[in-house]
């Protein structure tokens, strides 16, 4: 490994995309492609100005990267949906420095897949290693207190936690088809008094004189992005302070241009798709569905469980899709048919006192965060038990 540079890149506009793309693989989920997180810096989304400082570090051999880090250092905890007070919390309790810190994830999305991604071919848990050791000179360099991974791929869990990295469970919600092949499969999978709930919330949208239609692909266009991004602006400014508005318009353009393949909308109208009362953004792959952003210019009875929920659901089934993500939050997604999950995220500490207090109190909240998530499922409106949970 000795020919091997470490070099830290503060946009990802120095590492050319196909290099990036090379590394990540057309296969990786639409959150880590070079497009997405490069039309997140440019629209001024994702940049130091708003907390966040693009930091991805590469391992260069010659002039072409076998390894990257997608990282950014943060000067805040907004757009994370992993709630780490406990952490700032106690490092003010040991007189230390909380921020900056130094984060891996794909910015304001919280989708399971983080990971360093390596040339095929190349030795990944030693490079994992490799790009370990140089993430703890920087932070130990520059008075970091903390590196986090944040929504693990689970396939590279073991390599960092091999590495040293200490895991914290949290929970996210999840749907999967399992042997569903039609909306009225999944109804059935719910006892009689929830299934009458759904059906009775699709009615009251229908009695509203709005349809939901999904539009993809060709359907999509500038027009149809600058429409989302109103009524994700718009439903953002509802909450006040609190509406964790991080996206600029450009990121939704860049969106029209790069990724309609990868973006479905589900309009609810009452006439022309494409004069919506009500809108939501979901992403998806072959065979994993994303929700992400909506917002209605009406206040409707259900609309949200409609055009966010099942509306996804039942196109999700017709196209053959295995899971949907609903987005961080949300206790409501339970009756919904959203098994709660546990995700790991993976941390390093580089004050030792910190490091030892936390790691060990770790095995304990783990523990209990897997007894709450059963028993969260456990009253569940499933007719049968609900699925085994999988670390």
Known sequence: MSSLTARWHRSIQEIPEQHWQALVSDHAIPFYRWSWLEALESSGSIIPEQGWQPLHLALWRGDVPIAVAPLYLKGHSYGEFVFDQTFARLAG???????????????????????????????????????????????????????????????????????????????????????????????????????????????????????????????????????????????????????SKYLEQGFFEALAGLHREQVVLFSAHRGDPREPVAMSMCVRDDHHLWGRYWGSEEEIDCLHFEVCYYAPIEWAISQGIDSFDPGAGGSHKRRRGFVARPHASLHRWYQPQMDGLIRAWLPKVNGLMLEEIEAINAELPFKADAPSLSL
Not at 111 to 122: D, I, K, N, Q, S
Not at 138 to 144: G, K, L, Q, T
Not at 170 to 176: A, E, I, Y
Not at 233 to 242: I, K, L
């Open 93 to 243: 309790d040991l007189g230390l420095r909380y921020y900056p810190k130094l984060l891996g994830m794909s910015p304001v999305s919280p989708v399971l897949g983080y990971r360093f991604h390596v040339l095929p071919g190349e030795d990944e848990a030693e490079l994992t290693a490799v790009l370990l050791r140089a993430i703890d000179a920087f932070c130990e360099h520059n008075s970091i207190l903390s590196c986090n991974f944040l929504y693990v791929d689970p396939q590279w869990r073991p390599l960092a936690e091999a590495a040293g990295c200490a895991t914290w469970l949290n929970q996210q919600s999840l749907w999967s088809r399992g042997d569903d092949q039609s909306f009225d499969d999944y109804l059935n999978g719910f006892n009689a008094n929830q299934r009458r709930n759904i059906k009775r919330e699709r009615k009251a949208v229908a009695k509203a004189g709005l349809t939901v239609t999904p539009l993809t692909g060709e359907q999509l266009d500038l027009e149809l992005f600058q429409i989302m991004h109103g009524f994700y602006e718009q439903h953002c400014a509802r909450w006040g302070p609190w509406g």
